[in-house]
Protein backbone atom coordinates (compact mmCIF):
# COMPACT_ATOMS: atom_id res chain seq x y z
CA UNK A 1 0.00 0.00 0.00
CA UNK A 2 2.58 2.23 0.77
CA UNK A 3 4.25 1.62 -2.46
CA UNK A 4 1.50 2.33 -4.27
CA UNK A 5 1.03 5.24 -2.72
CA UNK A 6 4.28 6.63 -3.11
CA UNK A 7 3.76 5.92 -7.07
CA UNK A 8 0.93 7.89 -7.13
CA UNK A 9 2.41 10.43 -5.51
CA UNK A 10 5.62 10.67 -7.96
CA UNK A 11 2.71 10.87 -10.46
CA UNK A 12 0.97 13.97 -9.66
CA UNK A 13 4.46 15.56 -8.60
CA UNK A 14 5.74 14.71 -12.43
CA UNK A 15 1.98 15.96 -13.67
CA UNK A 16 2.13 19.45 -11.45
CA UNK A 17 5.78 19.87 -12.89
CA UNK A 18 4.67 19.18 -16.35
CA UNK A 19 2.06 21.53 -16.43
CA UNK A 20 4.34 24.12 -14.38
CA UNK A 21 6.27 23.81 -17.22
CA UNK A 22 4.09 24.23 -20.11
CA UNK A 23 2.49 27.21 -17.98
CA UNK A 24 5.64 28.52 -17.82
CA UNK A 25 6.52 28.17 -21.99
CA UNK A 26 3.20 29.86 -22.53
CA UNK A 27 3.83 32.25 -20.16
CA UNK A 28 7.12 32.78 -22.25
CA UNK A 29 5.29 32.84 -25.37
CA UNK A 30 3.03 35.43 -24.15
CA UNK A 31 5.94 37.92 -23.15
CA UNK A 32 7.44 37.56 -26.43
CA UNK A 33 3.99 37.72 -28.38
CA UNK A 34 3.76 41.20 -26.72
CA UNK A 35 7.27 42.19 -27.39
CA UNK A 36 6.68 41.45 -30.99
CA UNK A 37 3.33 43.28 -30.96
CA UNK A 38 5.08 46.34 -29.52
CA UNK A 39 8.06 46.27 -31.68
CA UNK A 40 5.67 46.08 -34.40
CA UNK A 41 3.05 48.97 -32.85
CA UNK A 42 6.25 51.08 -32.69
CA UNK A 43 7.26 50.58 -35.79
CA UNK A 44 4.28 51.63 -37.49
CA UNK A 45 3.65 54.54 -35.54
CA UNK A 46 7.05 55.91 -36.80
CA UNK A 47 6.87 56.12 -40.02
CA UNK A 48 3.74 58.18 -38.84
CA UNK A 49 5.81 60.21 -36.51
CA UNK A 50 7.83 61.29 -39.24
CA UNK A 51 4.98 62.05 -41.74
CA UNK A 52 3.21 64.21 -39.29
CA UNK A 53 6.90 66.04 -38.93
CA UNK A 54 7.80 66.46 -42.14
CA UNK A 55 4.00 67.89 -42.64
CA UNK A 56 4.40 70.07 -39.96
CA UNK A 57 8.01 71.29 -41.55
CA UNK A 58 6.04 71.64 -44.68
CA UNK A 59 3.12 73.70 -43.26
CA UNK A 60 5.93 76.36 -41.83
CA UNK A 61 7.97 76.23 -44.55
CA UNK A 62 4.00 77.19 -46.79
CA UNK A 63 4.26 80.71 -45.67
CA UNK A 64 7.77 81.31 -45.77
CA UNK A 65 7.64 79.91 -49.71
CA UNK A 66 4.53 82.00 -50.15
CA UNK A 67 6.34 85.56 -49.29
CA UNK A 68 9.43 84.56 -51.39
CA UNK A 69 7.37 84.54 -54.22
CA UNK A 70 5.58 87.58 -53.64
CA UNK A 71 8.59 89.43 -52.93
CA UNK A 72 9.74 88.11 -56.45
CA UNK A 73 7.05 88.95 -58.00
CA UNK A 74 7.22 92.66 -56.33
CA UNK A 75 10.61 92.45 -57.56
CA UNK A 76 10.07 91.44 -60.72
CA UNK A 77 6.87 94.11 -61.37
CA UNK A 78 8.68 97.27 -61.55
CA UNK A 79 11.58 95.77 -63.53
CA UNK A 80 8.92 94.56 -66.25
CA UNK A 81 7.75 98.43 -65.43
CA UNK A 82 10.78 99.58 -66.84
CA UNK A 83 11.42 97.57 -70.07
CA UNK A 84 7.54 98.61 -70.71
CA UNK A 85 8.87 102.44 -70.25
CA UNK A 86 11.85 101.50 -72.19
CA UNK A 87 9.41 100.42 -74.76
CA UNK A 88 7.20 102.98 -74.70
CA UNK A 89 9.77 106.01 -74.65
CA UNK A 90 11.57 104.01 -77.79
CA UNK A 91 8.34 104.27 -79.71
CA UNK A 92 7.48 107.81 -78.75
CA UNK A 93 11.21 108.45 -79.86
CA UNK A 94 9.96 107.99 -83.51
CA UNK A 95 7.89 110.73 -83.28
CA UNK A 96 9.03 114.27 -84.59
CA UNK A 97 8.64 116.12 -81.54
CA UNK A 98 8.43 115.12 -77.74
CA UNK A 99 5.65 116.96 -75.73
CA UNK A 100 7.20 118.97 -73.08
CA UNK A 101 5.90 117.33 -70.24
CA UNK A 102 7.43 114.17 -71.51
CA UNK A 103 10.94 115.62 -72.01
CA UNK A 104 14.10 114.53 -69.37
CA UNK A 105 14.75 117.76 -67.26
CA UNK A 106 18.36 119.17 -67.76
CA UNK A 107 20.78 118.63 -65.11
CA UNK A 108 22.94 121.53 -64.31
CA UNK A 109 26.59 120.40 -64.80
CA UNK A 110 28.89 121.07 -61.89
CA UNK A 111 31.69 124.10 -62.14
CA UNK A 112 34.10 121.92 -60.63
CA UNK A 113 34.72 120.36 -63.87
CA UNK A 114 37.83 121.34 -65.25
CA UNK A 115 36.90 122.67 -68.88
CA UNK A 116 38.94 121.65 -71.46
CA UNK A 117 40.56 123.44 -74.16
CA UNK A 118 38.47 123.93 -77.45
CA UNK A 119 39.78 121.87 -80.47
CA UNK A 120 42.56 123.65 -82.52
CA UNK A 121 41.70 123.39 -86.19
CA UNK A 122 44.41 122.88 -88.59
CA UNK A 123 43.13 123.92 -91.35
CA UNK A 124 42.62 127.49 -90.08
CA UNK A 125 45.29 130.04 -90.07
CA UNK A 126 47.06 130.42 -86.91
CA UNK A 127 48.37 133.95 -86.00
CA UNK A 128 49.95 133.14 -82.66
CA UNK A 129 53.70 134.20 -82.44
CA UNK A 130 56.30 131.40 -83.33
CA UNK A 131 59.80 133.64 -83.08
CA UNK A 132 60.68 132.97 -86.91
CA UNK A 133 59.76 136.82 -87.35
CA UNK A 134 61.92 137.76 -84.54
CA UNK A 135 64.92 134.92 -85.80
CA UNK A 136 64.49 137.04 -89.65
CA UNK A 137 64.76 140.35 -87.80
CA UNK A 138 67.92 139.67 -86.42
CA UNK A 139 68.97 137.32 -89.00
CA UNK A 140 72.31 139.42 -90.98
CA UNK A 141 73.30 137.75 -94.11
CA UNK A 142 76.84 137.46 -94.64
CA UNK A 143 78.79 137.37 -98.58
CA UNK A 144 79.04 133.92 -98.51
CA UNK A 145 75.20 133.14 -98.27
CA UNK A 146 75.08 132.20 -94.92
CA UNK A 147 73.26 134.00 -92.43
CA UNK A 148 74.07 134.32 -88.19
CA UNK A 149 71.36 135.48 -85.45
CA UNK A 150 71.83 138.21 -83.40
CA UNK A 151 72.07 137.38 -80.17
CA UNK A 152 70.52 141.31 -79.25
CA UNK A 153 68.13 143.68 -79.37
CA UNK A 154 68.78 147.23 -78.62
CA UNK A 155 66.23 148.72 -76.13
CA UNK A 156 63.31 151.79 -76.92
CA UNK A 157 65.55 154.02 -74.47
CA UNK A 158 68.67 153.58 -76.42
CA UNK A 159 70.67 156.93 -77.47
CA UNK A 160 73.47 158.12 -79.05
CA UNK A 161 75.78 159.43 -76.18
CA UNK A 162 76.45 163.21 -75.99
CA UNK A 163 79.73 163.32 -74.21
CA UNK A 164 82.83 161.29 -76.15
CA UNK A 165 83.53 158.05 -74.41
CA UNK A 166 86.36 156.20 -74.89
CA UNK A 167 88.29 152.36 -74.29
CA UNK A 168 91.67 152.32 -73.73
CA UNK A 169 93.19 148.64 -74.04
CA UNK A 170 95.75 147.90 -72.24
CA UNK A 171 98.33 144.34 -72.31
CA UNK A 172 99.68 144.77 -69.29
CA UNK A 173 101.46 148.02 -68.82
CA UNK A 174 101.34 149.17 -72.19
CA UNK A 175 98.19 150.66 -73.95
CA UNK A 176 97.57 148.49 -77.56
CA UNK A 177 94.76 150.09 -79.00
CA UNK A 178 92.06 153.34 -78.43
CA UNK A 179 88.45 152.52 -79.21
CA UNK A 180 85.96 155.84 -79.76
CA UNK A 181 82.15 153.63 -79.01
CA UNK A 182 80.18 157.32 -78.87
CA UNK A 183 79.70 157.25 -82.72
CA UNK A 184 76.66 154.73 -82.24
CA UNK A 185 73.74 153.52 -79.42
CA UNK A 186 75.36 150.10 -79.33
CA UNK A 187 78.85 147.73 -79.33
CA UNK A 188 78.62 144.21 -79.84
CA UNK A 189 81.56 142.54 -78.40
CA UNK A 190 82.98 139.15 -79.65
CA UNK A 191 84.94 137.01 -81.61
CA UNK A 192 82.48 136.82 -84.82
CA UNK A 193 84.03 139.30 -87.15
CA UNK A 194 80.65 139.16 -89.69
CA UNK A 195 78.23 140.81 -86.33
CA UNK A 196 80.52 142.28 -83.68
CA UNK A 197 81.79 145.88 -83.59
CA UNK A 198 84.87 145.22 -81.29
CA UNK A 199 86.66 142.03 -81.94
CA UNK A 200 88.32 139.63 -79.25
CA UNK A 201 90.26 137.18 -80.75
CA UNK A 202 90.82 135.21 -77.40
CA UNK A 203 89.38 131.88 -77.49
CA UNK A 204 87.70 131.84 -74.34
CA UNK A 205 85.61 134.92 -74.87
CA UNK A 206 82.09 133.83 -77.21
CA UNK A 207 80.97 134.50 -80.67
CA UNK A 208 78.70 137.06 -78.88
CA UNK A 209 80.19 137.97 -75.73
CA UNK A 210 78.88 141.17 -74.66
CA UNK A 211 77.44 144.62 -75.88
CA UNK A 212 78.05 148.18 -74.33
CA UNK A 213 74.94 150.20 -74.98
CA UNK A 214 73.96 153.75 -74.19
CA UNK A 215 70.57 154.36 -72.58
CA UNK A 216 68.38 157.85 -71.82
CA UNK A 217 67.66 157.35 -68.07
CA UNK A 218 65.88 159.37 -65.64
CA UNK A 219 67.38 160.79 -63.00
CA UNK A 220 66.33 163.05 -60.28
CA UNK A 221 69.04 166.27 -59.46
CA UNK A 222 69.63 167.84 -55.69
CA UNK A 223 65.96 169.73 -55.82
CA UNK A 224 64.28 166.10 -56.58
CA UNK A 225 63.39 167.36 -60.36
CA UNK A 226 63.95 164.48 -62.33
CA UNK A 227 65.63 164.70 -65.45
CA UNK A 228 66.79 162.51 -68.57
CA UNK A 229 70.61 161.62 -68.44
CA UNK A 230 72.42 158.90 -71.05
CA UNK A 231 74.58 156.86 -69.46
CA UNK A 232 76.49 153.51 -70.91
CA UNK A 233 75.79 150.31 -69.64
CA UNK A 234 77.30 146.83 -70.57
CA UNK A 235 75.24 143.58 -70.59
CA UNK A 236 76.47 140.15 -70.42
CA UNK A 237 75.47 137.65 -73.02
CA UNK A 238 75.18 134.88 -71.12
CA UNK A 239 78.69 133.93 -72.31
CA UNK A 240 80.57 130.82 -71.28
CA UNK A 241 83.37 132.95 -69.32
CA UNK A 242 81.28 136.18 -67.49
CA UNK A 243 82.37 139.48 -68.09
CA UNK A 244 84.28 141.42 -65.15
CA UNK A 245 84.32 145.44 -63.90
CA UNK A 246 86.66 146.02 -62.05
CA UNK A 247 87.92 142.37 -61.16
CA UNK A 248 84.08 141.40 -60.27
CA UNK A 249 81.41 139.12 -62.94
CA UNK A 250 78.36 140.93 -63.38
CA UNK A 251 75.15 138.88 -63.84
CA UNK A 252 74.21 138.29 -67.32
CA UNK A 253 71.06 139.13 -69.42
CA UNK A 254 70.82 142.27 -66.93
CA UNK A 255 72.21 146.26 -68.07
CA UNK A 256 75.12 147.16 -65.34
CA UNK A 257 75.56 150.59 -65.22
CA UNK A 258 79.11 151.63 -66.17
CA UNK A 259 81.26 154.66 -64.84
CA UNK A 260 84.14 156.86 -65.71
CA UNK A 261 87.19 154.59 -64.73
CA UNK A 262 85.49 151.33 -64.32
CA UNK A 263 87.92 148.52 -66.15
CA UNK A 264 86.16 145.75 -67.71
CA UNK A 265 87.63 142.05 -69.07
CA UNK A 266 86.20 139.61 -71.32
CA UNK A 267 86.57 135.74 -70.26
CA UNK A 268 90.18 135.02 -69.39
CA UNK A 269 91.92 137.55 -71.57
CA UNK A 270 94.71 139.83 -69.40
CA UNK A 271 93.42 142.80 -72.00
CA UNK A 272 91.96 145.27 -69.69
CA UNK A 273 89.06 148.17 -71.09
CA UNK A 274 89.33 151.28 -69.22
CA UNK A 275 86.74 153.37 -69.67
CA UNK A 276 86.84 156.94 -69.85
CA UNK A 277 85.12 160.19 -71.97
CA UNK A 278 86.15 163.96 -72.70
CA UNK A 279 85.27 165.47 -69.81
CA UNK A 280 87.06 162.73 -67.09
CA UNK A 281 90.31 163.78 -65.34
Known sequence: MDRAHDNGYERDSDRRRNKDGDDRRSRHDDYRRRDDRRDRDRDSRRPNRDREGRDDHDRSSRPNRERDRESRDDHDRPSRRRSGDLVVSSRRSASPKRPSSIQPSARPRSSSRSKSPPPV??????????????????????????????????????????????????????????????????????????????????????????VIQHRQVMEKDEFGASKSKNKPFIIDLESTNSTHVNDEAIPTSRFYELKAGDVIKFGLSNREYVLLHDDAT
Do not use: M
Open 121 to 210: DKAKPNFANSGLLAAETNAVKLTDGTSTILKYNEPPEARKPTLGWRLYVFKGSEQVELLHIHRQSAYLIGRDRAVTDILIEHPSCSKQHA
